[in-house]
């Protein structure tokens, strides 16, 4: 089945960098858009970036344009999202999802946390 796992969340400091990663498994990952999306405590799930298959297209949230970066790997069946600048508004739990065989597909998410 479908299975999505995330790593690389953490606690930093305003201004610092994490890089977040999504291994996949369970479908054909290179025929896939990928995004990732958070969850702040209190608030609704936001996308943050997508990215098409073959990674020509991305797209990314007006709060984090210019910031984070969406990226995969296709050989390795990796998404991946840099985060660079970070702010405490950053602070959330951070998913990655497929859309496969007509329904979402989600990780367990990774939590980042952004605090002096």
């Known amino acids: 089945q479908v299975q999505l796992v995330e790593s690389g969340g953490g606690l930093v400091q305003p201004g610092g960098s994490l890089r977040l990663s999504c291994a996949a498994s369970?479908?054909?990952?290179?025929?896939?858009?990928m995004t990732w999306y958070r969850q702040a405590p209190g608030k609704e799930r936001e996308l943050v970036a997508g990215i098409s298959s073959a990674g020509g297209s991305r797209n990314y949230a007006d709060s984090v344009k210019g910031r984070f970066t969406i990226s995969r790997d296709n050989a390795k069946n990796t998404l991946y999202l840099q985060m660079n600048s970070l702010k405490p508004e950053d602070t959330a739990v951070y998913y990655c999802r497929a859309d496969v065989y007509g329904r979402p597909n989600w990780g367990q998410g990774t939590q980042v946390t952004v605090s002096s």
């Open positions: 369970g479908f054909s990952f290179s025929s896939y858009v």
